[in-house]
């Protein structure tokens, strides 16, 4: 007979095994779930295949070291209207350039110009917090370089940046046309203005130049491989820089009597150069200066340009670009693409130059160019705050709005420089 006690053991050792494999399924289930999940491979040890195959757990790596490319592209994606959006900053601030105040000059739907979001297709694109990028670049300086393109975005990012520090003083140094100290932040943003960004002089015809043709008034004298002085001596003074160049290199503003002629070690570079051509020279010529001189551990920005939208005609010939609307997707084609022919091709044209004579440099192209084609309702066009203004100018259909598109602009270079800015911290404390 089996006693109680042997009855009450079989019964323990029964319930034991059926809880074991009940806990057992469990932890099967569990584990099942956790590697069916993608957040395991973020919180597990980093795995790889060994040369036999099998999988080794790295518990000694850190991970923080291991860079995950950014596959964000900032220049592909839609525009979608959010009423929330809010201005940042108004009519009211020191930095405004009068012609690009529209909220001061009575341009209608501004909220509607500002009401509009870039989502880029790949990853989220956050407005900036000025505070937290002021934060990011305490104690470095930002140079921007370049013409009124580069000077409209630098207006708005300036004036974004003054709601986080009110005591920001006007600074103009180091050759500077303006900017900006930010004293709370110990930080400072400049603007030097460098139309070709390369030398150059006016020499009238009486000037001891070489020959000309008839009707010529005197030429503009560019060195393809000298820096305009206004930027000459700063390529070690800025921790990040945005170079950008195209929209002078136009027969509009050197016409056939005042003509661009090129040089290069101060000699006349023969044959003559077609103005994109010696764009195309000067491009390679100031690349090449800026891998010299700046230093490597510096960020290099080149933006892209900037979208026109005359219709009708040239700035000076009628043209006009008083929309309230944007472009479809489906017209910007036709209004761009440069075997069209059409007059707002410019910005395509130079940017294949751009990226051509920058291939191979360190240099980080920021693309803005296509988000920006979209936006035919953004520009001051007549309410340019002069009466005048249009009858002696015409509509200004080159330049933004402020506040409105260049404060996209400046939410894309923020993600960028912080971008930037977290991938060295990563490398420096991976050394």
């Known amino acids: 007979m089996v006693s109680a006690r042997s009855k009450h053991l079989q019964s323990h050792s029964s319930f034991v095994t059926i809880s074991s494999f009940s806990l057992i399924l469990v ?4 584990l099942l779930f956790i590697f069916a999940h993608p957040s395991f491979y973020a919180s597990f040890p980093l795995l790889i295949h060994a040369s036999h195959g ?8 850190n991970k923080s070291c291991i860079k995950t490319p950014n596959f964000c592209k900032y220049e592909e994606g839609t525009w979608i209207y959010d009423g929330r959006r809010k201005y940042l900053y108004d009519e009211g601030c020191p930095f405004q350039r009068n012609a690009w105040n529209c909220i001061k000059n009575k341009r209608p739907s501004m909220d509607n110009i500002f ?17 937290l990028f002021l934060s ?16 409209n975005f630098l207006v708005s990012f300036l004036c974004i940046l003054r709601t986080a520090d009110e005591g920001v003083r006007k600074w103009k140094r180091k050759g500077a046309w303006k900017g900006a100290y930010f004293p709370k932040y110990n930080a400072t943003v400049g603007y030097h203005r460098a139309v070709l960004l390369a030398r150059y002089e006016w020499q009238p015809v009486s000037a001891k130049i070489h020959s000309v043709k008839p009707g010529v008034k005197g030429i503009n004298r560019v060195d393809v ?11 070690n003074y800025y921790d990040i820089f945005i170079f950008n160049t195209g929209h002078w290199w136009g027969s509009d ?27 195309n020279i000067v491009l390679q010529s100031m690349g090449s200066y800026i891998e010299r001189t700046v ?6 920005i080149w933006r892209t340009q900037s979208p026109r939208h005359f219709d009708g005609g040239e700035w000076n010939q009628n043209g006009s670009c008083t929309f309230d609307s944007l472009l479809e997707e489906n017209k910007l084609e036709y209004w761009f693409e440069p075997k069209n022919g059409g007059i707002n091709r410019e910005a395509r044209e130079v940017n294949a130059i751009i990226k051509h004579a920058l291939q191979g440099t360190s240099i980080n192209l920021l693309d803005l160019t296509h988000l920006s084609e979209f936006r035919a309702d953004a520009h001051p066009a007549i309410w340019l705050g002069k009466k005048d203004a249009v009858a002696i100018w015409g509509q200004d259909c080159m330049h933004w709005c402020l506040p409105g598109l260049p404060d996209t602009w400046v939410d894309v270079l923020s993600a960028v420089i912080l971008e930037h800015l977290s991938a060295r911290s990563h490398s420096l404390g991976c050394r």
């Not at 999988?55 to 000694?60: K, P």
């Not at 989502?119 to 989220?124: D, L, Q």
């Not at 491989?225 to 001596?233: L, Q, R, S, T």
């Open 54 to 61: 099998h999988l080794i757990a790295l518990d000694n790596v």
């Open 115 to 131: 009401g509009w979001k870039w989502v880029p297709k790949s990853c989220e694109l956050s407005q900036i917090s000025p505070h």
């Open 253 to 279: 503003k050197f016409p056939k009597e005042k003509p661009l002629v090129f040089y290069r070690e101060g000699n006349l570079i023969s044959p003559s150069l077609s103005i994109r051509d010696g764009l």
């Open 27 to 30: 932890c099967c289930l569990i």
């Open 225 to 235: 491989d000298i820096p305009a002085d206004d930027w000459i001596n700063v390529t």
């Open 136 to 151: 990011s670049v305490r104690n470095m300086k930002i140079g921007f370089i370049g013409d009124s393109l580069n000077e």
């Open 295 to 300: 230093p490597k551990d510096r960020l290099k």
